[in-house]
């Protein structure tokens, strides 16, 4: 599993709320990615890390947003969540060095009534 | 601006069929493509990239730069194929990922 774990890994919540979602790694990859997945789109990436306080913009980040404060945590945020944020969220590492594929967590199921 | 297009969004073969699972990107630089596959209920692996050229589980890709594609191949297919399989492309840092393909193996 590339020592890539997520939390938590089911959450119901309410329009309107906050959530936090955490992806840790035990890999000491520089590189981290939120991603969602949602039938018919595929996987879209949200943000992703290249190193501690160092993120940027995926295709989808409206909405969101990120934090990386130490090497193995990347959080993401859903400040006031909405039904359209409804989805299985997914985190992946990557080394960056000699080898430039992703290594997935095992995913969030999110629902927001 | 980078786009990867599975036109197919499901495919069905009877088992001991060779499938193809195809792939086509658009990127203006040199393209890192990749095929992923998800198992029902588990979470995505890397299935292979095109710049090792190999193998895996009986499944190859080769990255046609004419036709801009990266289509990928197995001669027999069995029970066990039976998943949703992704291309992506790396440009830059970021990853763009198809729609996806869910292939079904028939017994």
């Known amino acids: 599993d590339a020592g890539i774990t997520q939390s938590p890994r089911h959450k119901v919540t309410e329009t309107g709320t906050p959530v936090t979602l955490r992806c840790h790694q035990t890999e000491n990859h520089r590189y981290m990615y939120w991603y969602r997945q949602d039938p018919g789109h595929g996987l879209r990436l949200i943000h992703y890390?290249?190193?501690?306080?160092?993120?940027d913009k995926g295709e989808v980040s409206d909405g969101y947003s990120v934090s990386r404060s130490k090497t193995e945590d990347f959080l993401l945020t859903l400040e006031s969540a909405t039904s359209s944020q409804t989805s299985v969220y997914f985190c992946?590492?990557?080394?960056?060095?000699?080898?430039?594929?992703?290594?997935f967590g095992p995913g969030t199921r999110l629902t927001v009534l | 601006a980078q786009r990867v297009t599975q036109p197919e969004k499901l495919l069905s073969v009877f088992k001991g069929a060779p499938v193809e699972l195809k792939c086509n990107y658009s990127y203006s630089g040199s393209p890192e493509l990749f095929w992923y596959v998800q198992y029902s209920r588990q979470r995505l692996q890397l299935l292979l990239r095109?710049?090792s050229r190999e193998s895996i589980k009986g499944f190859t890709a080769d990255l046609n730069k004419g036709e801009t594609s990266f289509h990928l191949k197995k001669p027999f297919a069995q029970e066990e194929d039976s998943a949703m399989y992704y291309c992506?492309?790396?440009?830059?840092?970021?990853?763009?990922f198809g729609t996806g393909t869910s292939l079904t193996v028939i017994p």
């Open positions: 095109h710049i």
């Open positions: 992946a590492i990557r080394e960056g060095l000699s080898y430039n594929e992703q290594f």
């Open positions: 890390s290249y190193g501690v306080k160092d993120t």
């Open positions: 992506a492309l790396r440009a830059g840092n970021q990853f763009y």
